[in-house]
């Protein structure tokens, strides 16, 4: 299961480039698209984060690493999870035991439209 922060809005066609509620997910390993049914609630889902997380204890404390990835704009859902996925892999190679977590911030396909995304992020509340 791949986790992610979604701060992207729902649409009819479940695409949005503008900012909304930040919703949870917890997209199956064999999907390669997030979708909004992939919708956790939030202690759902920080309770399987923190368990994929975790990776023994410590004076009965669990422990556990989550990496927060957080993408550039010109980013699709499709590639932040893939990039997230590539990442996971290449840190579990170099033995690392833990989570990543990607946040998708909604932005437009093209960097002309940087300054919107800027706005939308400043009047987001």
Request: charged share 25%; net charge negative; with cysteine.
């Amino acid at each position: 299961m791949d986790y992610m922060l979604v701060a992207r809005s729902k649409s009819a066609d479940g695409r949005s480039d503008e900012p909304g509620v930040v919703y949870f997910l917890g997209v199956p390993s064999d999907e390669d698209t997030p979708k909004f049914r992939h919708k956790m609630s939030p202690r759902a889902w920080c309770d399987a984060v923190s368990e994929q997380a975790s990776s023994g204890t410590r004076n009965t404390q669990t422990t556990g690493d989550i990496v927060f990835y957080v993408h550039g704009y010109n980013s699709s859902q499709e590639t932040v999870l893939e990039r997230q996925r590539k990442l996971q892999r290449g840190l579990e190679r170099n033995g690392f035991d833990g989570v990543i977590v990607s946040f998708d911030w909604p932005s437009v396909d093209y960097v002309l439209n940087y300054l919107e995304d800027r706005h939308d992020a400043k009047n987001q509340h």
